[in-house]
């Protein structure tokens, strides 16, 4: 297997915005990679963030209040706040900067019980996660996910399921813009691999999961995105799970397999500042 270099720095990312103009034909290998791609990326970012927010309002033992990030500055600013009456928690992102991300707008979820992490599994722990005039790189993105704590005995890392919502979307950046890309998870699985001794997000996060859903609107771009369970190089059978750090611009490693009927697969591959893929000759 064979994979061709995406070259994409810092600065690609956050105009990582390829829309589909009528006239383009084909629709670029690259512009779906990376439409997958920012997806994934997007969307794993929201979940470490309310996971992370989930974590610190334990910290806190569920006492109703407004807590500012250390790091505020008069431009930049995010709080978390918790109401103990309804078990609502709210992120506010004002111009936040994360894992070079513009954030904007607000997270919200709603604890079940005080309880995070449990060591017992009978014990059942989720959130469900909503977004509010939420963007990311000044693209809105829209849509709600549901994140389950799943008690391994023979674990000693952190796992959560994690099902996203039908109608989670990312769009253009600007005011009414179309849809870059919607999609759905039904079985998504997340292990903590690194980290977790503090609230500090310097975790590493390992994912697999397939995402289902349609490009720019067009039926014809019904696309399926798996993160591949294993991948063979040069005769070598090697792991495809995505792991994802905060030190890198796309995921530190993992490959995905996206299906698009009529097309041939395109499998693509991370490593950390760049995106690679198998070159295959776009469909006419």
């Known amino acids: 297997m064979k994979f061709r270099n995406i070259i994409i720095l810092a600065v690609a990312i956050v105009s990582w915005s390829q829309c589909k103009k009528k006239s383009e034909e084909p629709y670029p290998n690259e512009n779906i990679v990376m439409d997958n791609a920012q997806a994934a990326l997007y969307f794993h970012t929201i979940f470490r963030e309310a996971e992370n927010a989930w974590g610190f309002v334990d910290s806190v033992k569920y006492v109703s209040d407004t807590y500012p990030d250390p790091a505020n500055t008069t431009k930049s600013d995010k709080k978390i706040t918790y109401t103990e009456s309804t078990k609502n928690v709210t992120i506010e992102y004002n111009a936040w900067v994360t894992a070079k991300q513009l954030l904007a707008g607000t997270i919200y979820f709603t604890v079940e019980k005080d309880v995070y992490r449990p060591a017992d599994a009978a014990i059942t722990a ?24 799943v008690t391994k005995a023979d ?16 769009y253009e950046a600007g005011v009414r813009m179309p849809v870059i890309i919607a999609g759905a998870v039904s079985s998504g699985q997340y292990e903590r691999t690194k980290g977790s001794a503090t609230y500090a997000q310097d975790d590493e996060w390992a994912y697999s999961g397939a995402m289902r859903g349609m490009l720019h609107d067009d039926p014809n771009l019904k696309y399926t995105n798996t993160v591949l369970t294993s991948y063979t190089v040069n005769d070598t059978k090697m792991d495809g799970t995505v792991y994802y750090t905060m030190n890198c611009i796309t995921a530190k490693q993992g490959v995905s397999q996206i299906k698009i009927s009529g097309r041939p697969d395109i499998i693509y591959g991370y490593e950390c500042s760049g995106i690679y893929f198998e070159s295959v000759t776009d469909v006419r």
Do not use: P, R, W
């Open 155 to 170: 674990s000693e890392t952190d796992h959560y399921a994690y099902t996203l919502f039908e109608g989670s979307a990312i």
């Open 126 to 149: 989720s959130i469900t996660v909503n977004l509010t005039n939420f963007s990311i790189n000044q693209q809105s993105v829209t849509g709600s996910f549901k994140m389950q704590y």
